[in-house]
């Protein structure tokens, strides 16, 4: 079989000391740590849109990468070459599972039918291939935004045909999830939200939406796939305003429409940066609500307004992410996945290597430091301390709903103005950096 990443063999843990730019330093599959393997906690997982698929294309020119595995004619022939040289990579980083859109994988034919047979057939191909290596698929997703029916959205399309046509999309992607044993599969609403308020009627729009989700549910039902259903919250890009914008407000959107128990989100680092919000806070919002599915691992450039889709590197802030993720109870059916893409001059195979492997150390370091936060409960201990008067006489007659206003008057009236506690953050903040 052709190898399409020669100049790489697998990928080793050889500790910190290591100067090998192709050895992981902190990444050790199977090192425990609070008791549980690396790999568990962590469950990694590569993107095919952004490692296979992506060339380096941008708002100015077009892709500047050369794959050996599109050197073909035929559309299929790539599809297959590629899911081959997927594979090589997947078993040489040494990561556990996968991520695709439908659209990734095989090729759009000229009608529904035919591009579901040749979906079909790409995916008969990734099944063998995943029992031979043992990698799995993470998620899987649909593609409804790339082509041009969809310039107008696709749930939220003011014409029912394209909504159909979603629909349509959405079924076969879920069933293809199922037939390769996905353990979640993702609603990211790629162009679900408008340019201009002057043509769109936003109150049927996110009905709309709803009931394409609804569908999704029920359908899930219907063919027996127990995967779990992510949305994917992100403010902006491609359109002006998206209706997923942040994990807040796609919390509220499915308490409205009553699908708060079919779904949780999946949190990517870029698009809570681009909501204006750190990547900890949508990831603490989530576990705050119990929303907190799985996570796309990336990062923005902060000096740039737009989804640069980098790989993670900032240790400060991957240590934030694990800790939350930690506290929250961990990963079960999540992972994180690089969605990710290297840089347009980036041009060589080993690149995707060396992207792929600084994430993965960059995780495993952030992981590490977390759980050494946990295990000596410095930062619990401080906030733990600083809500305690809510365990006390007074918190805990609110906390039990005893008192009203009239009570909570005549307490202050009686015992004068408040005692008021420093918030520590610089201490905090130092401290924090001795784990970093
Ligand atoms: C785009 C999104 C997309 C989703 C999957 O910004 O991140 O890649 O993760 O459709
Ligand atoms: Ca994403
Ligand atoms: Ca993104």
New binding site residues.
Partial sequence: MTEYFPDVKEIKYEGPDSKNPLAFKHYNADELVLGKKMADHLRFSV?Y?HTFKGLGADPFGPGTIIRKYNDFSDPMQIAEATLDAAFELFTKLGVNFWCF?DRDIAPEADDLAETNRRLDKIVLKAQKLQDDTGVKLLWG?T?AFSHRRFMAGAGTNPSPEVFAYAASQIKKAIEITHQLGGVNY?F?G?REGYDTLLNTDMGRELDHLAMLLQMAVDHKKKIGFDGQFLI?P?PK?PTKHQYDFDSGNCHAFLQKYNLANDFKL?I?A??ATLAGHTFQHELAYCAANGILGSV?ANRGDMLLGW?T?QFPTNIYDATLAMYTILQSGGFDKGGLNF?AKVRRQSVDGIDLFYAHVGAMDCFARGLKNAARLIEDKVLENAVKERYAGWDGELGSKIEGKKVGFAELEAYILEHGEPELASGRQEMLENILNEYI
Avoid: L, Q, Y
């Fill in positions: 993107c849109w859109h997703t593609n993702v990211w790629g994917e992100k890009e999946n990517e870029n698009h796309d989804d889709d969605d």
